[in-house]
């Protein structure tokens, strides 16, 4: 699933470090809180509710195009490298992704309130290291297993969460959950490794 949004955006990237970039001090995924024109916002706010995060999307193109011009707008402005431009492309599908399966998705609005509260008591560390090494490695298009003590451990702690929140039970429901998680932890992964590269 992950790796199916990569591909998606692969195009994108290579047109993008294809054009120019001029300097600015500045170098932040802030950028892209204002980078859409309003056009582009109404656009995006009636694409979503078809958007299915899950799957092949007929307005999936439309959604692509309209990120991809938000980050050109900002790679030109903030002088942000390749990888920059690769990890906004990332942050932004994410938060797209995790936007259309809140607001319009399988799970209802109390459980994702329910996700969402529960990811902002305690702390969640182990749990978002084991999905963000999961994301990263689908992402670059390895196969490689969680092995160690600390994704095993990580892996018992998603699962306890899942108990947690109440979709334990579910096993369709336990495995969205992981991919709403995935969403989240994309967006995190993503702008860790764009703010690496300052």
Known sequence: MIRSIFT???GCVLIILSTPTWAQEDQSLGC???GYSAEEQIKLDALLPEFDALGESA?????????YDAVTRCSETED???KQVEMALMHEFGRISEIAFSNYGPLSGDEIAGINSALAKGNRSEIWATIEKQ???EINGTDEELTNAADKRGEI???LFAFEVGLADDLKKAELLGVFL???AMQRWATREFEAQK
């Open 80 to 82: 942000w490298s390749d």
């Open 59 to 67: 307005v999936e193109e439309d959604l692509v195009a309209i990120v």
């Open 135 to 137: 994301v990263e490695t």
């Open 157 to 159: 702690l998603l699962g």
């Open 32 to 34: 892209l809180k204002t």
């Open 182 to 184: 995935s969403f989240k």
């Open 8 to 10: 998606l955006f692969a």
